[in-house]
């Protein structure tokens, strides 16, 4: 049980385009969901958390314009990186807890490259 | 200071032994602590959960909390080659606006070697 998708699993696309990654929990109802990214050989960085229903709460020096985030029913959560630039390119992955627990289950990552 | 801090490492343990990873935090109302495994360029994978003092065993992994000296830890026995990987220590502190945010150590690399 607990498992998380996410897709896609990799993606290149061009500078000042959107890309849309989505994030779903298979087998419980995820009332959190949590955005992270990661660059390589460092710390995951949390830049948000969704609840269903509700607007993201970002973390400090996260733009939420340039990173929306839909957490639209209690399975699916998107992260749209909007006007996407070289520098954003990095391992972006999403967890997600069910009601009442702590546990958070992670989803494989999106690999985001932007050119 | 770090709110989760633990040995960067790497920990190299031969196949077979008993690795031993460290954690502490500074949070003394933390309630909630946990260990995940991050393969190099994979999502990190939860392994344990732990909210009592004392000991939680599940197979080969064995995590153990001490609340009184803030200091968690995790015991791998009979470690094999596969459980070469980055180990995360990750803490929810108490209070907060933001429900159920992990405090994530920076990880311990730790080697199996045959």
């Known amino acids: 049980g607990a498992v998380v998708s996410q897709h896609p699993s990799r993606v290149i696309c061009k500078s000042g385009t959107s890309v849309k990654i989505e994030c779903r929990s298979l087998d419980f109802q995820a009332t959190t969901m949590f955005w992270y990214r990661q660059f390589p050989k460092k710390s995951l960085m949390l830049m948000a958390t969704?609840?269903?229903?509700?607007?993201?709460?970002?973390e400090q020096g996260v733009e939420k314009d340039k990173f929306l985030i839909n957490h639209a029913s209690l399975t699916l959560s998107t992260l749209t990186v909007t006007s996407a630039h070289p520098e954003d390119s990095s391992f972006y992955i999403c967890s997600a807890s069910a009601r009442g627990t702590y546990e958070q289950y992670f989803g494989p990552g999106t690999r985001l490259t932007v050119t | 200071q770090k709110e989760v801090e633990q040995n960067s490492g790497p920990l190299s343990v031969p196949e077979g032994a008993i690795a031993s990873l460290n954690c502490t935090y500074s949070?003394?109302?933390?309630?909630?602590f946990f260990w995940y495994r991050q393969y190099s360029g994979k999502s990190p994978e939860l392994i344990m959960s732990?909210?009592?003092?004392g000991d939680k065993e599940d197979g080969r992994f064995t995590a153990q909390l001490n609340k009184a000296s803030q200091y968690v830890s995790l015991l791998i026995r009979d470690s094999q080659p596969s459980d070469s990987a980055t180990y995360l220590c990750a803490v929810i502190n108490a209070g907060g606006t933001s429900y159920g945010k992990l405090t994530f150590g920076q990880g311990t690399i730790l080697t199996v070697h045959p």
């Open positions: 732990i909210y009592s003092n």
């Open positions: 949070d003394r109302g933390s309630q909630s």
């Open positions: 969704s609840n269903e229903g509700s607007k993201a709460t970002y």
